[in-house]
């Protein structure tokens, strides 16, 4: 009897038993393509990492680690929220401030890290299986994966996120939790009690006559902002983390997964960003090849013709959102073979603008990335670049430059006269040479195995076997 894989449905409810490391895998991979077809697509991103509350002997644990001397006037057993790394219960201080206590799972990060040993092996064993361009994506995904989630375990880290984050867009319009130091630590995370409704749910939403349409222009703007002008982000923005308060206000909640975005890696989005509004495809692959989404060796020309179908089908405004989606899987179907790749630093990029897009199509029909975020970004590359909004403050930055420029332009002629000067090529660069010598020399390689084998044979008087080794190695070196 052969291996059969699991029906959508059938996969979905495995990675639910399987627990909080495979659900949070699973959600990542779920934006891949790539990795899974259209059916897996549509059952796994139902999957939600609501689980049932800790037992009662686990919660008295981490409540008596957490709190040593108790703080609370009046403290709600039964959690109002429960999650794979935590559960959220309701509370009072003493002054009869109402807060949030987020407690951090009995044992979690050392389940987690069990997990990631499972994960780790599963994906040796199948590592041969997946081709080339998958492979590398899906190994990137993982160790991503593991970073990120072993963060996340740690409510000090997250309260320091949080911290961070409400320095730094302090003007973004944006409402956070106010965090309570004095009373959190590693396993307990206490804030301010912020009341909303969930993001999807469009019925309240309606019901207290709230406008939508600018809350999703506020939201694609403040990510918009967050990605490409400071380059720190949060990174989970799911329904549950999005509230919308009765005055329209949005709410951001838990700061568990917060990541930076590298210059480098910030500047080829911006340049993405802007070939994609001027529909300059060659740019475009050019600018992912800079992100590391695309082979750097990969024909531009093929990639370029895929792109522009692409566009032409998401700037459609004829078509349904369940037709766009139907044509796009039909145009990646036939690119299959395309090497695309996911680096570490893109999979939570992509994974917010995943979430986001689709939010924004919960409200707004046929609401997409190109459409209709693109002209909100474009209008931000400015601010991304440092360009300032006006030409005086712009030509006034650039004039107090020039003194470093100059001595830096002297250093340059400097080295290049000592011969010093170091031209330093991308990490992309490197690994493309990389994989073009492998691919040079491994027929060499085997070819010399096979001589070598064949004046073994001869040495040992097995005179047929050595001219039939030596016809392979003559043959690899032909067909290489």
Not at 453 to 460: L, N, R, S
Request: with cysteine; aromatic share 10%.
């Amino acid at each position: 009897m052969g291996v059969r894989a699991l029906e959508p449905d059938q996969l979905s409810n495995s990675v639910m038993i399987l627990g909080t490391s495979f659900v949070k895998l699973v959600q990542i991979l779920a934006t891949r393509n790539d990795f899974f077809d259209e059916r897996y697509l549509v059952a796994l991103r139902t999957i939600h990492d609501d689980l049932p509350a800790m037992s009662t002997t686990d919660y008295q644990k981490v409540l008596k680690r957490s709190f040593i001397e108790w703080p609370f006037e009046r403290f709600e057993e039964i959690p109002i929220a429960s999650a794979s790394i935590g559960q959220v219960h309701e509370a009072f201080l003493p002054n009869g401030v109402r807060v949030a206590v987020k407690l951090r799972r009995e044992g979690i990060e050392k389940r987690i890290r069990a997990d990631l040993r499972i994960v780790a092996l599963f994906n040796r064993l199948f590592r041969p299986l997946f081709s080339p361009l998958t492979r590398h994506s899906i190994e990137s995904v993982i160790s991503e994966f593991s970073s990120m989630i072993i963060q996340e375990c740690s409510m000090r880290r997250e309260r320091q996120n949080l911290d961070r984050f409400s320095t730094v867009y302090e003007n973004s319009g944006i409402r956070f939790p106010i965090a309570y130091p004095q009373y959190s630590g590693e396993d307990a995370l206490v804030m301010s009690f912020e009341e909303g409704f969930r993001f999807d749910d469009r019925k309240s939403i309606e019901e207290n006559h709230i406008e939508i349409a600018p809350i999703i222009d506020k939201l694609v703007r403040f990510y918009t902002e967050q990605m490409l002008v400071k380059g720190f982000f949060h990174a989970d923005p799911h329904p549950g983390n999005l509230l919308i308060s009765a005055e329209g206000e949005l709410i951001l909640l838990d700061f568990g997964m917060v990541k930076r975005v590298s210059n480098p890696m910030r500047v080829a989005i911006i340049e993405l960003i802007k070939a994609a509004n001027e529909r300059d495809y060659e740019a475009y692959v050019s600018a992912a090849k800079r992100m590391g989404t695309v082979a750097y060796d990969a024909p531009s020309s093929e990639l370029a013709e895929f792109t522009e179908r692409m566009f032409e089908i998401f700037s459609n405004d004829t078509l349904s959102s369940g037709s766009m989606q139907h044509l796009a899987f039909e145009v990646m179907e036939q690119t299959k073979n395309l090497p695309f790749k996911l680096p570490q630093e893109a999979i939570y990029i992509l994974r917010v603008s995943a979430i986001i897009e689709g939010l924004g199509t919960s409200y707004i029909e046929n609401f997409n990335g190109i459409k209709d975020i693109l002209p909100i970004l474009q209008r931000n590359i400015p601010r991304a670049l440092g360009i300032k909004e006006s030409l005086f403050d712009t030509v006034r930055d650039e004039i107090r430059r020039l003194p470093d420029d100059f001595i830096a332009a002297r250093e340059t002629l400097r080295k290049a006269s000592r011969g010093e000067l170091n031209v330093e090529i991308s990490s992309l660069q490197v690994e493309s040479l990389k994989h073009l010598v492998e691919t040079s020399l491994r027929p060499i390689v085997t070819s010399l195995t096979f001589a070598l084998g064949a004046f073994g044979a001869w040495i040992a008087g097995w005179e047929n076997g050595s001219y039939i080794l030596l016809s392979f190695a003559i043959l690899r070196l032909w067909f290489r």
